[in-house]
């Protein structure tokens, strides 16, 4: 431990971000890193506790608590503080395959469970891993190291989401030869096209995607795998000795309400694929996406991606935004059922709603609300939404709360974009078909427990289409995991990381 008193004699200091009115006009990201004094005093926070929570990853009350992927939180914070960041990138890069994509968007569940969040303000671990990521690059720690043996044996990767891409890297460190197979013009998944650049900027996934290359993962982009489709699930099976399925949740759930055929209604993944896409191939220059610039944008769903569309909304142009939540507002600050180190169940008021609030002067949000009808106008395009208010109601037969209409709470309000960003389902089912696989209740791929095998032998999956939709540092344990289970499948043991 480097300085046992730096959690009374630092405060907490994050890395200042750009104003909401200036960072709107850019999709770059908009926070600036401190100096690398003020860094090495933010790891001398961390208390090197007897027992790190941090790196626990493991669920209290049925919700996880700590880093899933158990990353020694409070060994490089103290490599941080000490200033040796080539031992912090080394302790890092055990447990972690890529922490320049963690350090920009995990919502950080090592620092909600930082003992010092118990009785003050959590350390810096996310912006400490950030730090220690890009000194890494700096330093020249991650020129390319591919492995010095191959073992002969022949993986097939589909997909190149946070999955595919941490199963690729773990199983071609340990020597196999990895081809990743993408849909998509681009390698990255959910890193490329389901995040907005001004939170995971393109150049970093491409920066890594091209360290892979080099270190000898072929990628191979715009080929679909299905029955039907580019590649077929045999050819893969004959070709390769394992075969990894990582296509993610692509099953998004829909608004089934009157004048859903209206047009101006998309998906999230949608609206924010076709932003990305026109940034990198025109930066925004040419009018080949949908566009929010000038018009009454309505957001349902109050997560995440709802929230990215706000913000990316926000950076179009729009003329208002409203965001749609089914629940109620959660409170400020963590209720007595809620107690430290369970994930706190607190309002967090993210980029996008900052940036409307300050455009607009209020809250995009509005809770305890969805859509009862889209209203067309004579062309068929959504000119406006009904909305109806919701409330807790008891079933007298189950003892269930259910959410239900409250009568007379009808409201009309203008849109001409919606965006529906109300989570997914599960993976597309072309997918678990062409293989024949079996699958859950709600559609993922079923898997032995604990292990990553399917039904069908050789065939592995991970990711969102096993555990459903979920967070990118899931999708890299899962990755880890999965490689540990197909390098046992393929050599008869593994000594790789699980």
Wanted: with cysteine; charged share 25%.
């Amino acid at each position: 431990m480097g300085k046992a008193t730096g959690f009374l004699d630092y405060s907490r200091q994050d890395n200042p971000g750009e104003e909401p009115l200036e960072r709107i006009k850019t999709y770059r990201e908009f926070h600036t890193p401190l100096s690398d004094e003020e860094r090495q005093k933010q790891g001398g926070r961390c208390m090197n506790c007897g027992v790190p929570f941090c790196q626990y990853g493991k669920p209290i009350l049925g919700m996880v608590a700590g880093c899933p992927l158990n990353n020694l939180c409070p060994d490089w914070n103290d490599m941080v503080y000490k200033g040796y960041w080539d031992e912090a990138y080394k302790l890092l890069s055990l447990t972690n395959p890529f922490p320049e994509f963690t350090s920009r968007v995990c919502p950080a569940l090592c620092e909600k469970a930082c003992t010092n969040g118990l009785d003050g303000d959590a350390v810096t671990c996310k912006e400490n891993e950030y730090a220690i990521i890009e000194k890494a690059f700096e330093n020249g720690l991650l020129d390319p190291k591919p492995p010095k043996k191959r073992t002969g044996k022949r993986v097939a990767v589909v997909g190149s989401g946070p999955s595919g891409l941490s199963t690729a890297y773990w199983l071609n460190k340990r020597g196999h030869s990895v081809t990743v197979y993408e849909k998509e013009d681009r390698p990255g998944g959910l890193l490329m096209y389901g995040i907005p650049n001004m939170k995971l900027e393109k150049k970093t996934v491409l920066r890594r995607i091209d360290l892979m290359k080099a270190e000898g993962i072929e990628f191979i982009c715009g080929v679909d795998v299905g029955a039907e489709c580019d590649i077929s699930p045999r050819y893969l099976q004959e070709h390769y000795d394992a075969v990894v399925l990582c296509c993610g949740t692509g099953n998004a759930r829909d608004i089934n309400a009157e004048g859903r055929d209206a047009k101006g209604i998309y998906f999230a993944v949608d609206f924010l694929k076709s932003t990305t896409k026109a940034l990198l191939n025109s930066n925004m220059t040419e009018a080949d996406y949908i566009s929010a610039k000038y018009k009454n944008v309505v957001v349902i769903g109050g997560g995440d991606t709802g929230n990215d569309c706000v913000g990316t909304s926000m950076r179009h142009g729009c003329k208002s935004v409203v965001q749609l939540e089914m629940m109620p507002a959660p409170p400020v600050t963590r209720a007595e059922n809620n107690p430290w180190p369970e994930w706190p169940k607190v309002l967090k008021t993210d980029y996008g709603q900052e940036e409307a609030i300050a455009v607009f002067g209020k809250d995009p949000r509005v809770y305890c609300t969805t859509v009862k009808k889209f209203i067309k106008d004579d062309n068929g395009n959504v000119k406006a939404v009904e909305t109806t208010k919701l409330q807790f109601v008891k079933d007298p037969n189950t003892g269930r709360m259910n959410m239900v209409p409250v009568e007379g709470s009808e409201e009309i309000i203008p849109a001409d974009l919606v965006l529906i960003a109300a989570g997914f389902l599960g993976p597309s089912k072309y997918i678990s078909d062409a293989f024949g696989l079996e699958t859950t209740p709600r559609t993922n791929v079923l898997v032995t427990p604990n292990h990553h095998d399917t039904s069908v032998k050789g065939v592995f999956a991970a990711g969102d289409m096993v555990r459903g939709q979920s967070l990118v540092v899931w999708g890299l344990r899962e990755g880890r995991d999965c490689a540990y289970d197909v390098d046992e499948y393929l050599m008869g043991y593994s000594n790789l990381r699980k």
